[in-house]
């Protein structure tokens, strides 16, 4: 990632004392995923300090590619709150969101994406290219990265090098 586009990223990070106890309970999640074979990603939504969604990755156990954490934890907002446009929810995602799920995040209007472990190769929030911040979209959410960052990328590595070493 260029060092222009991390310190953009930089410039919007707001700390609230809450980011690291929710983005702990994102990485739970994440653990629960490895454990079942899947990639560590956790994703946790919150609005008015309260949680109304968690899961996380679940594409090998649904044979759906669309089944990552912030996804499922967006349908199951969505259902929980009987709105499709979550204003006023934050949400809490263990690794930086995909094209896929940061454009889901736009579309959702969520006021906040807080994330921890920024990833080099699909990471649509300044790593690859810059979806949530995107100033030809209708609506840019506060983005703040590396809330507990090393944990959240200590999981991921570790999950890969186990199946590097399985394989």
């Given at each position: 990632?260029?060092?222009a ?12 004392p809450?980011?690291?106890a ?17 990639v560590?990603?956790?994703?946790v ?48 995602v263990?690794?930086?969101?995909c ?10 209007r ?13 990471g ?44």
């Amino acid at each position: 990632m260029s060092d222009a586009v991390r310190t953009a990223a930089d410039v919007l990070r707001m700390t609230r004392p809450a980011d690291d106890a929710w983005m702990r309970l994102a990485l739970d999640a994440a653990r629960d995923a490895a454990a079942a074979g899947e990639v560590p990603v956790g994703a946790v939504i919150v609005r008015d300090g309260s949680l109304v969604a968690c899961d996380s990755n679940r594409t090998l156990r649904d044979q759906d590619a669309s089944a990552h954490a912030e996804m499922l934890a967006l349908r199951a907002a969505s259902r929980a709150l009987g709105a499709w446009r979550l204003e006023g929810c934050s949400v809490y995602v263990t690794l930086e969101p995909c094209a896929m799920c940061a454009g889901a995040l736009v579309l959702a209007r969520v006021d906040r994406v807080v994330f921890g472990a920024w990833d080099e190769k699909a990471g649509m929030a300044g790593s690859v290219g810059e979806l949530l911040r995107h100033p030809r979209l209708n609506h840019r959410p506060e983005a703040r990265a590396g809330v507990l960052s090393d944990d959240c990328a200590r999981l991921v590595e570790d999950f890969f090098r186990s199946q590097r070493s399985q394989a």
